[in-house]
DNA sequence: CATTTCAGTCTACAACCGTTGACTGAAATA
DNA sequence: TATTTCAGTCAACGGTTGTAGACTGAAATG
């Protein structure tokens, strides 16, 4: 009943070895963040040398691209409906899969000035994609809000532990989530409640 | 009409020294957070020596606790949306003030866990606080997503600089933001507009 | 004036980092 | 089988870091 095991040739050896690098490093990457997370840490969970590591991605940076990632989305829709719908699909979608790749550029973001371009980027393209959709000049701002309510879901709650937000299902989360970012694609901006008359 | 210089004393000196020190540190930290940040670069800015830091603050880590802060808030009021101004009113002070310690704190937060537990405090007990006034078994929830987006929001508009956040009046910001914190008080979830129907 | 205190300077250490290059041995190739 | 290729190992490099400690000279103190 034994299946006969041939010893694995070199291509299957490197890609092995190959995927088991990309694997802690993307763990690691999204643990600990860029600077914290060290060639040599990688090298050992992966059991391997971090000599092989160099060689194969050349360098730190270079695996750090290879494993972090931000997911740029889909066509929008036309109407703010159809928008807020969208961007809070995105959302779910961010919260459902345990992308570490993500997870790994969310944490070195605030210390690595190119992934915090990257991001930036990101979200900047989900502003052009969906300000089509929204009247008014500021139609930006609105986006760019739900872009920075994202970041503070994903980050509250798979990067700090936020109560409540860290235990919620992430549908519960959506739909609780739902009005506000309703109110962001079609709602007008309110003054404040007890605001002096101002400049007309 | 030459006012009679005298050289500085002692405690004056120290003074200025150990001030120009906290000034540094503040604003380095606050660019580039807490690793990249190294006390011979501060050193060199504060225009002293390394080794006079570590005489007056013992440790790069007692430095960092020094100059970064996370603001606790006040009482917030009884109703709904007592509780929505109360919370826009913070987002408002700390977009206003251009808190380097804050900056520092947060742009240190992902990778350090002492500074994003100390975040995750604060918005920890912004919920306690505000959680009596909300009904509802997911208030707790509501309250963390509005920290989730105060910190998104800052994160978004000082860090990232996002396309329209990074721009925007604080006062219009928080206008447009308005509606979305006040459906999170006292909206009721809503389901997605194509929903099945769901269990009782 | 003699002594003490202490802000500020300088040098060095031990640890860690990313990266390099030489080496080994087995698999692939001819 | 003889030769080449290449995955994997090892030791070392130059640089940077936080930190410690000895030293200097002027201000404070008696």
Do not use: C, W
Not at 47 to 65: C, H, Q, V, W
Not at 74 to 103: F, M
């Amino acid at each position: 009943m034994a299946t006969e095991q041939r010893p694995p040739s070199r291509i299957e050896r490197r890609e092995r070895t190959q995927h088991r690098i990309l694997a802690a490093a993307r763990r690691q990457f999204a643990e600990s963040g860029y600077d914290r997370t060290t060639i040599r840490s990688i090298a050992t969970e992966a059991e391997t040398d971090p000599g092989l590591i160099m060689r194969y991605f050349g360098s730190k940076e270079a695996l750090f691209n290879e494993v972090a990632t931000i997911a740029s989305d889909e066509p929008l829709g036309e109407t703010p409906e159809q928008v807020a719908e969208s961007l809070l699909d995105s959302l779910a979608g961010k919260l459902a899969t345990d992308s570490a790749g993500t997870l790994a550029m969310l944490r070195s973001m605030l210390t690595r000035p190119e992934a915090a371009e990257e991001v930036r980027a990101a979200i900047s393209e989900q502003q052009r994609l969906a300000a089509d959709a929204l009247d008014g000049t500021d139609a930006g701002l609105r986006i760019g809000l739900i872009g920075a309510i994202s970041l503070g879901t994903i980050i509250g709650r798979e990067l700090l532990g936020l109560d409540g937000v860290a235990e919620a299902e992430p549908a519960e989360l959506i739909n609780v989530l739902r009005p506000a970012v309703h109110a962001l694609t079609y709602g007008e901006p309110m003054p404040p409640p007890t605001a002096q008359p101002q400049d007309p």
